[in-house]
């Protein structure tokens, strides 16, 4: 039991240091302004909520890492194109070393269109807080080696180090989408961390926090009989760390009835040169204006024996109001 916490816990710290804890979701599409800044906006509807949780990790002695994020972001037109407005506050935190990391971001959006062709591109900027408990970290120097144990009570002599990390960050977007005869496509690419901030506990080290590039898309299939098929693809990644997502869901129009549409589906994650990492079933359901996703993240790599075949969970809501209003502007004038 001690060996397998001592294993998770590293894990937990390799993914600090090469990921920089960068915030990641199984829906990825659920939270557009996470994904990509300039696909704030991208709905029908007058403005929208989102609102996601995950839980990973659970089997480490009722310590997971979990994962609050809430969204909002809202269309206001311009002319003949529009533009988009949001915010997201995040929170992840790990609460075996009482780790948090916080963002506070604002999202601005510009959309034009041209040819039938959607063009969008956005910028991301805000504030980025990380804390940690040194008290409830262990270091080299306290090994007890007779003992067989770490000794918080020996100096750890790291009087370099501080528990609390503030900068700003900016993250970039750009993307594309165009409506057929019976599919839309959208694509896009978007860049986190271009001002390559400092990321580092040490007081006096400077250590760059390499760019984060994200290429998406995805394709909005109707079919017959109320039936529409969306089949996603993500692929992210950052120095030598990868990941990538591909699946679809199956959505199933419902009339007269307040739950419009139920939907299922099933995403893999994976890494170039690596193991699989999970295959993901997702249900939802859409009520009135509001959408309920819920995923769980089945393990299948080599880590699913030592985390007792426990996977994550994770939720996503958004509330969607209808818009009534046009989405371009014009003048009347008299006719003679």
Same mark, same amino acid.
């Given at each position: ?112 269109? +041209?040819?039938?062709? %959607? !063009?969008? $591109? =956005? ?7 990380? *804390? ?124 007269? +009835?307040?739950?419009? %549409? !139920?939907? $299922? =589906? ?7 040169? *690596? ?62």
């Amino acid at each position: 039991m001690l060996f397998r916490k001592v294993f998770f816990y590293s894990l937990f710290l390799m993914a600090v240091s090469l990921q920089a804890q960068d915030v990641h979701l199984s829906q990825f599409y659920s939270n557009r302004q996470n994904l990509n800044p300039a696909m704030a906006g991208n709905y029908d509807g007058r403005y929208q909520v989102a609102l996601n949780y995950r839980s990973q990790w659970a089997q480490i002695g009722n310590e997971p890492i979990t994962t609050s994020m809430i969204s909002y972001d809202q269309k206001v037109p311009f002319y003949s194109d529009e533009i988009a407005l949001g915010g997201m506050v995040v929170r992840d935190e790990f609460q075996g070393f009482n780790n948090v990391n916080s963002k506070y971001l604002l999202t601005a959006a510009y959309v034009k269109t +041209l040819n039938f062709h %959607e !063009l969008r $591109a =956005g910028v991301q900027f805000g504030l980025t807080t990380r *804390r940690t408990d040194l008290s409830r970290q262990t270091f080299p120097n306290q090994w007890v080696r007779s003992a067989g144990i770490f000794d918080q009570n020996v100096d750890n002599r790291e009087e370099a180090l501080q528990q609390n990390q503030n900068f700003i960050d900016v993250n970039v977007g750009f993307a594309w989408s165009k409506t057929f005869a019976n599919f839309k496509s959208t694509a896009g690419i978007s860049f986190f961390h271009v001002n390559n901030l400092n990321d580092t506990y040490f007081r006096d080290a400077i250590e760059g926090l390499k760019m984060r590039p994200v290429i998406h898309g995805e394709v909005d299939l109707n079919l017959q009989n109320g039936f529409r098929l969306i089949p996603r693809a993500m692929y992210m990644w950052t120095t030598k760390n990868e990941n990538t997502m591909l699946g679809a869901n199956l959505h199933k129009s419902i009339q007269n +009835l307040p739950v419009q %549409e !139920l939907y $299922a =589906g099933f995403l893999y994650r994976d890494g170039f040169g *690596r193991n699989g990492d999970a295959l993901i079933p997702i249900i939802g359901v859409k009520y009135k204006t509001v959408d309920v996703g819920f995923s769980y993240d089945i393990n299948v790599s080599e880590l699913s024996s030592g985390s007792n075949q426990k996977g994550t969970v994770e939720f996503s809501l958004l509330y969607t109001p209808p818009s009534f209003a046009p989405r371009k502007l014009a003048i009347p004038c008299d006719r003679f």
